[in-house]
C-alpha cells in the first residue's frame, strides 16, 4: 500500500510528496520513495522520524498498524497535520486516541478508501432496512493468506451499516464464528464469514437469505490501487477542512 499510495501522489495534480516514514530497522530507511514505487528519484527518502514527516507534510495517509496509528494520531495532533487513516483492527481503546486527535485536526478514518466499497456499505443498510428480519444477513469476505485481522475491517463496516438500516446494536446480534453442533440459526443475527488464501486483494459480499429468494451485494477489488486512489482523494478533500473525524461518505459527498 505504501508504494502504491506514493506512486498515486507523484501522478496526481494538485499532490506533492513531503516524506514517508517506515519502522526503525526496516531496509527501507534511506531508500528513495519513488523509486521504491517504481518512479523516478525524486530525493525524497524513507525515515523512520516519523515527526520529521508530520512536520512536513500538509496531510499524512496512514496505512499501517493499530499501535502506529495511535502514534501516528498523537503526531498529527500535536503538528497540526491533517490525517487519513486506512489502518483496520483498531480497537475500541485505541479508537479514543484519534478521537483526540480529530480534535485538534481533520482526520478521515474509513475501513476501505474505494468509492465502490463506500457505495455498497450505503446500499447495505438501505437494502437490511427495506428487507428487515425476514432475511437472514451473512457478510462474506475473502483476503491474501498474509491480511492479520479478522473479519477484515471492511466486513465488519457493512455489518454495522446492516445492523444501523435495521435499527439494531451489530454487537447484540453478531455470529462470528460457528463450529460443531451450534443448533439453528438465531433470528435476526449478522453472520461473518472469513476467507484467507493466494493474493486476493479483497473481496466482499452481503447476503440477505430469504425463503424462497436471496439477494447478494458484491465488491471485488482487482488492485490496491483502488485504496490508494481513494486515500489521495480524501487527502486533498482534507484541505481547509475543521477538525472532526471525517468518514469517506463524507469525502465522496454520499
Not at 428487515?132 to 463496516?157: C, F, N
Request: charged fraction near 20%; charge should be negative; aromatic fraction near 4%.
Amino acid at each position: 500500500m505504501g508504494r502504491m499510495l506514493i506512486a498515486q501522489v507523484l501522478g496526481r495534480d494538485g499532490c506533492e510528496l513531503a516524506g514517508g516514514s517506515d519502522i526503525p530497522g526496516s531496509d527501507a530507511i534511506g531508500k528513495d520513495l519513488a523509486t521504491l514505487a517504481g518512479c523516478d528519484a525524486t530525493g525524497i527518502l524513507v525515515t523512520d522520524d516519523a515527526n520529521a514527516v508530520f512536520a512536513a507534510a500538509d496531510v499524512v495517509v496512514d496505512f499501517t498498524l493499530p499501535q502506529a496509528t495511535i502514534g501516528h494520531a498523537q503526531l498529527a495532533a500535536k503538528n497540526g497535520t491533517a490525517l487519513v487513516i486506512g489502518t483496520t483492527g483498531i480497537n475500541a481503546e485505541q479508537q479514543k486516541a484519534i478521537d483526540a486527535a480529530a480534535t485538534e485536526v481533520a482526520v478521515v478514518q474509513a475501513a476501505n478508501m474505494s468509492a465502490g466499497i463506500n457505495l455498497l456499505l450505503g446500499l447495505t443498510a438501505q437494502v437490511a432496512g427495506i428487507l428487515g428480519e425476514d432475511y437472514d444477513i451473512e457478510v462474506v469476505e475473502m483476503h491474501h493468506r498474509h491480511k492479520v485481522d479478522a473479519p477484515s475491517g471492511t466486513a465488519l463496516a457493512l455489518g454495522h451499516a446492516a445492523a444501523d438500516g435495521r435499527g439494531v446494536d451489530l454487537e447484540a446480534v453478531s455470529q462470528r464464528v460457528r463450529d460443531g453442533h451450534t443448533g439453528a440459526r438465531r433470528a435476526g443475527d449478522i453472520g461473518f464469514a472469513t476467507l484467507r488464501g493466494g493474493d486476493v486483494v479483497g473481496e466482499h459480499t452481503v447476503m440477505f437469505a430469504g425463503e424462497g429468494e436471496s439477494v447478494a451485494l458484491t465488491h471485488k477489488a482487482g488492485s490496491r490501487a483502488v485504496f490508494a486512489r481513494g486515500a489521495i482523494r480524501a487527502a486533498l478533500w482534507c484541505d481547509g477542512k475543521a477538525p472532526g473525524l471525517y468518514s469517506m461518505h463524507d469525502v465522496l459527498g454520499l
